[in-house]
């Protein structure tokens, strides 16, 4: 079975205050992204990697870097949290650019509140 | 630009069947995925369609028609286990950058009633 996880379920930040958040594959895979998720709004890709050390920005990188120095890591960092980005954070992963296997797995979500 | 459109919330009663569709517009296409999320839990897997017709999974079935746009996903002697929300999501193709996107619709909300 896939298996994504994510460093925290619920995490509570002040303004300011840099966040790290962390996802881990033991799949594998080649592709990793990062989703957030408000109501009203559905998922959408912040950013995601498709190899070690790469990177490429989604539709709301604004606010937001990531990091992949290992292949089953994908890391989410707020700069200076703000309270617009109090959000269920989802990573996903993905494998090889077959035809059937580019089916996005996802780890349980951080809720992340800035205060 | 891309863009999904699905029901946002349905009601049907257990034991019935009910049908949750999926348009899409996507400048490109390489396949179709429906995902099940339920309340504060993580989306997961449902189902995949590349080609036109339907796919059978249980009690799940997903149709596809790409000359539409179009796709639904049917729900047979619903259980109240599937109270949940459900993602439509397209791939719409090689992205250059060596990975697939995928495009979410903002989920319909099924409630399940006794």
């Known amino acids: 079975d896939v298996k994504v996880t994510q460093s925290s379920r619920y995490l509570v930040k002040r303004t300011g205050e840099k966040v790290f958040l962390e996802c881990v594959q033991d799949?594998?895979?080649?592709?990793m992204f990062w989703y957030r998720q408000d109501p009203g709004l559905g998922l959408r890709l912040i950013y995601f990697?498709?190899?070690?050390?790469?990177?490429e920005k989604g539709d709301i990188p604004e606010g937001y870097s990531v990091s992949r120095e290992k292949k089953e890591r994908f890391s989410l960092i707020l700069e200076s949290a703000s309270t617009n980005q109090t959000s269920m954070y989802l990573c996903?992963?993905?494998?090889?650019?077959?035809?059937?296997?580019?089916?996005?797995?996802f780890g349980p979500g951080t809720r992340l509140t800035v205060l | 630009g891309q863009n999904i459109d699905q029901p946002t919330e349905m009601t049907a009663t257990e034991g019935a069947i009910v049908q949750i569709n999926c348009t899409y517009q996507?400048?490109?296409?390489?396949?179709l995925f429906w995902y099940q999320q339920h309340a504060g839990e993580a989306p997961t897997f449902l189902s995949y369609?590349?080609?036109?017709g339907l796919e059978e999974k249980g009690r799940f079935s997903s149709f596809l028609s790409r000359s539409k746009g179009y796709s639904y996903l049917l729900l047979k002697e619903l259980q109240m286990k599937d109270s949940a929300s459900y993602l439509c999501?397209?791939?719409?193709?090689?992205?250059?950058?060596?990975?697939?996107?995928?495009?979410f619709g903002k989920g319909t909300k099924l409630s399940v009633i006794p």
């Open positions: 996903a992963s993905s494998g090889q650019k077959r035809l059937d296997t580019d089916t996005q797995y």
């Open positions: 799949m594998d895979h080649e592709n």
């Open positions: 990697s498709y190899d070690v050390k790469m990177k």
């Open positions: 996507t400048s490109g296409f390489n396949g």
């Open positions: 369609n590349v080609l036109d």
């Open positions: 999501a397209v791939n719409g193709g090689y992205s250059g950058a060596g990975s697939y996107q995928l495009t």
